[in-house]
Nanobody
Framework: QVQLVESGGGLVQAGGSLRLSCAAS????????MGWYRQAPGKQRELVAA???????NYSDSVKGRFTISRDNAKNTVYLQMNSLKPEDTAVYYC???????????????WGQGTQVTVSS
């Protein structure tokens, strides 16, 4: 069984920083792209940042220059360093990984349970 477990959310003042972590565990043969999405109340889930196994990155325009995504392939872990946070960054942040479980023939997308990030003004 594969699990993605996030940590690092919380309440922070505008201008502050938070670091999110997400570790994939279980019977995993290989992990391809990993990423972070977020969903604010009343809005659709949106991509925040993504990173390939080879460390190519992609960011939404709203977080470019403020957020940095990175990963540790040995630990199947992805990180999101969030600086200069704004109230509009308030959302539930979800980790995503495209991975191949051990013994399976099909790559699939897996999701974490979500972690709340709240930025006060």
């Amino acid at each position: 069984q594969v699990q993605l477990v996030e940590s690092g959310g919380g309440l922070v003042q505008a201008g502050g920083s938070l670091r999110l972590s997400c570790a994939a565990s279980g019977s995993i043969f290989s992990v391809n792209a990993m990423g972070w999405y977020r969903q604010a109340p009343g809005k659709q889930r949106e991509l925040v940042a993504a990173i390939t196994r080879g460390d190519s990155t992609n960011y939404s325009d709203s977080v470019k220059g403020r957020f940095t995504i990175s990963r540790d392939n040995a630990k199947n872990t992805v990180y999101l360093q969030m600086n200069s946070l704004k109230p509009e960054d308030t959302a539930v942040y979800y980790c995503n990984a495209r991975l191949l479980p051990t013994g399976r023939m099909k790559w699939d997308d897996y999701w974490g349970q979500g972690t709340q990030v709240t930025v006060s003004s």
